[in-house]
């Protein structure tokens, strides 16, 4: 079972910054928290992932909360094409562990 | 970033016949690879993992001798549905990842299989 919750579905206003939460209260201390997202009929794309600290690339950032409960994903300036489906995966980083996919969030960015 | 192929992107076949899903690493060497399957409206369900010269380890559930998974090659894993039928039409992701272990996965596009 994921170890993730995520709300089933949110809308962002295209051009707004995309807030999606992710609850991992059970989350233990090597594992991480991996973001992807799946645009219709296409394979999930890895976004960011994190272990402690706060994590921002050329997609997004990544906000992990100080008792690691919980994280944010923000895309600071949705466009229409950040449309989809976005995981959030704890996964640790030892030889053999999967990744385990839950519903995800789907988002949709409305012109 | 890394690249993830899959070959073909879909597929239409009759019932009874066997299919042939290729997954390459186009720019990393991967000792481990994934097959997901996923049905429409639904999340992405681990079937097997592969390491490279070695025997594939499937998820409860799935049948290893109808869904027969080859890693020859570090760069390059296969998954062949056999004598599949309508219930087995899904979309097949792969994904690889390089190193060994504490690496991101990277994934394939998918495959769309229609069986008829």
């Known amino acids: ?111 | 970033g890394a690249v993830v192929s899959q070959h073909p992107s879909w597929v239409i076949c009759k019932s009874g016949t066997s299919v042939k899903i290729e997954c390459r690493s186009l720019d990393f060497q991967a000792t481990t690879m994934f097959w997901y399957r996923q049905f429409p409206k639904q999340s992405l369900m681990l079937m097997a993992t592969s390491n490279e010269g070695s025997k594939a380890t499937y998820e409860q559930g799935v049948e290893k001798d109808k869904f027969l998974i080859n890693h020859a090659s570090l760069t390059l894993s296969t998954l062949t549905v056999t004598s599949a039928h309508p219930e087995d039409s899904s979309f097949y992701i792969c994904s690889a990842r390089p190193g060994v272990g504490g690496e991101t996965q990277y994934f394939g596009p998918g495959t769309r299989l229609l069986v008829l």
């Open chain 1, 1 to 111: 079972d994921a170890k993730t919750t995520q709300p089933p579905s949110m809308d962002c206003a295209e051009g707004r910054a995309a807030n999606l939460p992710c609850n991992h209260s059970t989350i233990s201390g090597n594992e991480y928290v991996y973001w992807y997202r799946q645009i219709h009929s296409q394979g999930p794309q890895y976004i960011i992932h994190g272990l402690k600290n706060n994590e921002t690339n050329e997609m997004a950032s990544l906000i992990i909360t100080e008792d690691r409960k919980s994280s944010t994903l923000i895309l600071p300036h949705a466009t229409l094409r950040d449309t989809a489906v976005y995981y959030c995966i704890v996964r640790g980083n030892n030889y053999g562990q999967n990744f385990v996919f839950g519903p995800g969030t789907r988002l949709s960015v409305l012109p």
